[in-house]
C-alpha cells in the first residue's frame, strides 16, 4: 500500500515562506512523477508542480518563481518550497505520486496515489 503523508503546512503573512514535506512510503520503487495540487474552499483541485524522475519540474503560471518542487530519492520525500506568499495560496495542499512513466505534469488525471493534505493559510 502507497502512503503519501504531507507536513509542514501552516499560517503565514503575505509575503511569508513555508517548506511542505511529503514522505512517502509502500513503493517497491522510487515513483516515476510526483506533484503537489491544492484545493481552496468552494473551488476544484488544481495542479502547483510536478517533478519526475530526472528532475524536470513543471509549475503552474500562478507559482511560478515563487514555489519549487524538488525529490530527494535517498529520503522519499517530496517538498516544496513555498516564498512570497499571497492571500491567493491559501488551500489545503495534497501531495500526489505515479510509478507511470510518460508525460509528468501537474494534472489530476496524472496521478495514481495522493496524500490526505496539510492546511496552508496566508493572511493579509
Given at each position: 500500500q502507497v502512503r503519501l503523508v504531507?507536513?509542514?503546512g501552516g499560517s503565514v503573512q503575505t509575503g511569508g515562506s513555508l517548506r511542505l514535506s511529503c514522505a512517502a512510503s509502500g513503493y517497491t520503487g522510487s515513483p516515476y512523477?510526483?506533484?503537489?495540487?491544492?484545493?481552496a474552499?468552494?473551488?476544484?483541485?488544481?495542479?502547483?508542480?510536478?517533478?519526475?524522475t530526472d528532475g524536470?519540474?513543471?509549475?503552474?503560471?500562478?507559482?511560478?518563481?515563487r514555489f519549487t518542487i524538488s525529490y530527494d530519492n535517498?529520503?522519499?520525500t517530496l517538498y516544496l518550497q513555498m516564498n512570497s506568499l499571497k492571500p491567493e495560496d491559501t488551500a489545503i495542499y495534497y501531495c500526489a505520486a505515479d510509478r507511470r512513466g510518460g508525460y509528468c505534469y501537474p494534472g489530476l488525471s496524472r496521478y495514481g496515489y495522493w496524500g490526505q493534505g496539510t492546511q496552508v493559510t496566508v493572511s493579509s
Open positions: 504531507e507536513s509542514g512523477c510526483m506533484g503537489w495540487f491544492r484545493q474552499p468552494g473551488t476544484e483541485r488544481e495542479g502547483v508542480a510536478s517533478v519526475d524536470r519540474t513543471r509549475y503552474a503560471t500562478t507559482v511560478q518563481g535517498a529520503k522519499n
